[in-house]
């Protein structure tokens, strides 16, 4: 037959103890061995006897520095889990904290709704009448800020609209008159155009006039020769009377 599974308790019998304590330990501490060659890992073994006796295996590193290493990767769980259980106990609290204000807040609005408010007592409904009355003043407070500041804005804009129209009909009538001004000078310019041209188109006077200018002064003439001859025999006989 098998081997029967081994139970394991404590040997009452102290050498049969102290027997299965040093095999127990050798192969402890060769297994100790083995895993740290064969799998190149840091291993540190501490027993003690019933007796108080140490014995210790390290592996390639000191026994120190094995410790030391695993005191910060132990106090840094330890913290881990502190802070992961404070954190999730202020969770919890901050949770039942705020599901109460939340309840709260939908109650108070429930109210302010005029909704659920058989269950309020008459200093409660006083209360809450008072509250409504403060938000309306409040409120109507606010709307008429935002109404006189709406007023003014519209009435910046009318008078900045205003200036606006005046400078522009400003210009307009100045673009009037300089238009104005340039077509009288083109209507000036186009008179005097007419009158020089039409002084250059009269007709020059006939060669008639020249020629009968001529005959007046040929006719003149002959009119002073006719008067000399006359003249020359009554001056003539004249002395002949004075002669005689």
Same mark, same amino acid.
């Given at each position: 037959?098998?081997?029967?599974?081994?139970?394991?308790?404590?040997?009452?019998?102290?050498?049969?103890?102290?027997?299965?304590?040093?095999?127990?330990?050798?192969?402890?501490?060769?297994?100790?061995?083995?895993?740290?060659?064969?799998?190149?890992?840091?291993?540190?073994?501490?027993?003690?006897?019933?007796?108080?006796?140490?014995?210790?295996?390290?592996?390639?590193?000191?026994?120190?520095?094995?410790?030391?290493?695993?005191?910060?990767?132990?106090?840094?769980?330890?913290?881990?889990?502190?802070?992961?259980?404070?954190?999730?106990?202020?969770?919890?609290?901050?949770?039942?904290?705020?599901?109460?204000?939340?309840?709260?807040?939908?109650?108070?609005?429930?109210?302010? @709704?005029? %909704?659920?408010?058989?269950? &309020?007592?008459? #200093? $409660?409904?006083?209360?809450? =009448? !008072?509250?409504?009355?403060? *938000?309306?003043?409040?409120?109507?407070?606010?709307?008429?800020?935002? @109404?006189? %500041?709406?007023?003014?804005? &519209?009435?910046? #804009? $009318?008078?900045?609209?205003? =200036? !606006?129209?005046?400078?522009? *009909?400003?210009?307009?009538?100045?673009?009037?008159?300089?238009?104005?001004?340039?077509?009288?000078?083109?209507?000036?310019?186009?008179?005097?155009?007419?009158?020089?041209?039409?002084?250059?188109?009269?007709?020059?006077?006939?060669?008639?006039?020249?020629?009968?200018?001529?005959?007046?002064?040929?006719?003149?003439?002959?009119?002073?020769?006719?008067?000399?001859?006359?003249?020359?025999?009554?001056?003539?006989?004249?002395?002949?009377?004075?002669?005689?």
């Amino acid at each position: 037959m098998g081997r029967g599974r081994v139970q394991l308790k404590r040997i009452e019998n102290k050498i049969n103890r102290q027997v299965t304590f040093s095999k127990r330990r050798a192969g402890l501490l060769k297994k100790a061995h083995e895993i740290s060659i064969l799998c190149d890992a840091e291993v540190a073994l501490i027993v003690f006897s019933h007796k108080g006796k140490l014995f210790e295996y390290s592996s390639d590193s000191s026994m120190e520095k094995i410790l030391e290493r695993y005191e910060r990767y132990s106090y840094a769980e330890r913290q881990l889990v502190a802070s992961e259980s404070d954190s999730q106990g202020n969770w919890s609290m901050d949770y039942n904290r705020l599901k109460a204000k939340v309840e709260l807040l939908q109650r108070n609005h429930r109210h302010y @709704m005029g %909704e659920e408010l058989d269950l &309020l007592s008459l #200093k $409660e409904l006083q209360n809450l =009448e !008072q509250q409504l009355d403060t *938000a309306l003043k409040l409120i109507r407070s606010k709307k008429n800020q935002l @109404m006189y %500041e709406s007023i003014s804005d &519209l009435q910046r #804009k $009318e008078k900045a609209i205003q =200036e !606006q129209n005046t400078m522009l *009909a400003k210009q307009i009538k100045e673009r009037e008159k300089t238009v104005a001004q340039q077509q009288q000078q083109s209507q000036w310019g186009q008179q005097d155009h007419g009158l020089n041209s039409s002084s250059f188109l009269l007709p020059q006077p006939p060669p008639c006039l020249n020629v009968g200018g001529a005959y007046q002064e040929e006719a003149t003439e002959m009119r002073r020769n006719e008067l000399d001859l006359t003249v020359e025999p009554i001056y003539s006989c004249h002395l002949g009377c004075f002669a005689a």
